[in-house]
């Protein structure tokens, strides 16, 4: 078992930052692909953004995140982080940090299905 547990969010306007962290326990963090996905209001949960089990690792990006969010983990800390910039009103949304062993994502890091183990999530709300 994996506990996830999310941390950061909050109400910022638009054009600002917030970082959201994602603490890990219970299983070896480095053997676990990590990925942020988003639900707002009567919308389908969205990819945000995944990286790979290893420090510095390979990171994907969401097509309306890009460019915008960066996300990175510290295998010490266990711990993954989600930094977002130049928020949007539209990114208004419950934040989830999930998480799967690296093995088994097979380039699929972008289905929520893949994923063993989900946060409890974390409001974010950008105010124009």
């Known amino acids: 078992q994996v506990q996830l547990v999310e941390s950061g969010g909050g109400s910022v306007q638009a054009g600002g930052s917030l970082r959201l962290s994602c603490a890990a326990s219970?299983?070896?963090?480095?053997?676990?692909?990590m990925g942020w996905f988003r639900q707002a209001p009567g919308k389908e949960r969205e990819f945000v953004a995944a990286?790979?089990?290893?420090?510095?690792?390979?990171?994907w990006y969401g097509d309306s995140v890009k460019g915008r969010f960066t996300a990175s983990r510290d295998n010490a800390k266990n711990t993954v982080y989600l930094q977002m910039n130049s928020l949007k009103p539209e990114d208004t949304a419950v934040y989830y940090c999930?998480?799967?062993?690296?093995?088994?994502?097979?380039?699929?890091?972008?289905?929520?299905?893949?994923?063993?183990?989900w946060g409890q999530g974390t409001q974010v709300t950008v105010s124009s």
């Open positions: 999930a998480a799967v062993p690296a093995t088994y994502v097979s380039g699929r890091y972008y289905e929520p299905n893949i994923y063993d183990y």
């Open positions: 219970g299983r070896t963090f480095s053997s676990l692909a």
């Open positions: 990286i790979d089990n290893l420090s510095g690792g390979v990171t």
